[in-house]
């Protein structure tokens, strides 16, 4: 089993860049297929990005495509979210989350508690 913490949310204004950290603990998580989801007040929770064991494999979704960058430090045994060029409507609480296979629905096992990021105009 793998606990998730994220942190390096905050407020910032559009155009920013903000660099979100997902560090486990209690399991390598060199073991997991990592993802990034999202929530805003009102909607449901969204896919953000995802990641394979072996960071061969890395997705998007359409919206952060070009602008979130998704990595991961084994050694370290952290996963990174850098959000550059942020936009009001990526105002939301983000979540990361553990899996055994990478995918980009909410097949994850392990979830964190999230962070806000809040992006003004």
């Known amino acids: 089993q793998v606990q998730l913490v994220e942190s390096g949310g905050g407020s910032v204004q559009a155009g920013d860049s903000l660099r979100l950290s997902c560090a486990a603990s209690?399991?390598?998580?060199?073991?997991?297929?990592m993802g990034w989801f999202r929530q805003a007040p009102g909607k449901e929770r969204e896919f953000v990005a995802a990641?394979?064991?072996?960071?061969?494999?890395?997705y998007y979704a359409d919206s952060v495509k070009g602008r979130f960058t998704i990595s991961r430090d084994n050694a370290k045994n952290t996963v990174y979210l850098q959000m550059n060029s942020l936009k009001p409507e990526d105002t939301a609480v983000y979540y990361c989350?553990?899996?055994?296979?990478?995918?980009?629905?909410?097949?994850?096992?392990?979830w964190g508690q999230g962070t806000q990021v809040t992006v003004s105009s």
């Open positions: 989350a553990a899996a055994r296979f990478i995918a980009t629905n909410e097949r994850y096992d392990y």
């Open positions: 209690g399991r390598a998580v060199s073991t997991y297929a």
């Open positions: 990641i394979s064991r072996s960071a061969i494999s890395i």
